[in-house]
């Protein structure tokens, strides 16, 4: 607890520490929170990353995928850029809701066109929102004009093992703040998170394609042409654009492919595929770009797997030391019907499961598999629950004492999401279980 403000500096800013604030420190950002009975603040420092070159741009990128990309915001306001030094200061705030409260967010980055960094309140009360403000006086960015290359959309764990893959075929895959970075010689893909932003539903596809390429592409290029919706409404739908435009980072000229597969099964990530050209974008994915109006259009589709299968290189190895506590994961279906003559309800059947595991000392763990099925009002109940130990080796992972006494192998590995992974088993039956950590 900091009993008193202290001078302090975290990665490029010196400030003074908010009084009265319990402070915890992770790889990537700076907690500093209070509680007062139901009351609470959270303040929250984030480590700098190199700035797109315009200090509004990085600001709507951060409110983007820190606020929007995690909370139903309303109220949103936005104010006037102001200036400390040579950086650019810009705040944006809004209101969302948590157990029924009210919370507000400010969130404010400063820019010099280099690099950037941001802190964001989260309060229920005005008291702590003027802490908030009281730190920001105090805030003094160290000037520096570029920062090293793995603080660069920097990595957000350091809890896991590993964050790179190095695939056979000569991509690599390395998790980033927003989303997984995909590379080979001159091509770069971005398996984006999940955003609630981009990812909300349209009933006009093309406007809900140009909505998602907003949110999570457009802020980072400029002089944008030869925009074109290249997509197909079907089943599954495809979002498909291109376009040239100048990267602000680099100031390079770049070709944009913006692509989402929408998986019945609602597992398609959007990715975001730049190339120096349209030929070198064409030499690795082809260019048998669909036409609707063509009779073999779903074919055309199909030429496109290879590039609608890269969302998968969102996978990383785990190591025994990643697992330790608690993972579960739950699934649940229902099936209605009705009277064919009367249209009336005539009940419904459910099927729930859920798998809980809990890592332990020493590679042991117990696990724990409930499921219910039936008719609603009339159902069955089952568990199982299992004790043994465990090997991670290989991409699987083994359990001892398994059904009747035997071993069971899993395929195992983590999916990267924002702040997060999720660990993915699939057994022999390629039935999959998506866990995540329970904290």
Known sequence: ???????????????????????????????????????????????????????????????NGLVLGLKAIENEEKAKPDTLNNWVVISRSGIWKYNGANVSTILTTFSNGKVYLSAMCNATALPYLQDFQNLLQTFQPIERNE???NQTYHTVNGQFKYD???????????????????TKPGTRIFIHYPNQRADEHNFDKLKGDE?????????????????????????????????????????????????????????????????NSKTDFENEFGNNYINTSSWDYLEQSKSWDKLAKMQWRNKFAVANTDLAGKWSSSDFASLSYYYVSSGRYAGSTATATSDEFNFLNANHYSSQH????????????????????YEVKDWK???????????????????????????????????????????
């Open 1 to 63: 607890m900091q009993a008193c403000g202290q001078n302090e500096t975290f990665d490029i800013v010196s400030y003074t520490t908010p009084k009265n604030w319990k402070k915890e420190l992770t790889d990537n950002h700076l907690v500093y929170s209070k509680i007062d009975g139901n009351s609470w603040g959270q303040i929250v420092i984030y480590k700098s990353a190199v700035s797109t070159g315009d200090a509004e741009t990085d600001n709507e990128k951060e409110w």
């Open 147 to 149: 920062i090293s290359p």
């Open 370 to 389: 409930s499921g219910a099925s039936g008719q609603v009002g009339n159902m069955g109940f089952s568990t199982q629950k299992y004790n043994g130990r």
């Open 211 to 275: 909505h998602a390429w907003n949110a999570l592409v457009a802020p980072r290029y400029q002089n944008i042409t030869n925009f074109q919706q290249r997509g197909l409404q079907g089943s599954p739908s495809i979002t498909f654009l291109t376009a040239n435009g100048v990267e602000k980072q680099t100031g390079k000229n770049v070709f944009i492919v913006f692509y989402k597969k929408h998986y019945q099964q609602g597992n398609g990530r959007y990715l975001e595929v730049v190339t």
């Open 397 to 439: 992972i083994t359990f001892t004492n398994r059904f009747k006494g035997q071993l069971e192998t899993f395929n195992c590995q983590f999916e990267a999401v924002k702040g997060g992974r999720i660990l993915v088993l699939t057994d022999n039956n390629n039935t999959i279980k998506a866990l995540v950590k329970q904290h």
């Open 164 to 182: 790179t893959t190095n695939f056979d075929d000569g991509w690599i895959s390395a998790i980033k703040t927003d989303w997984v970075e995909v």
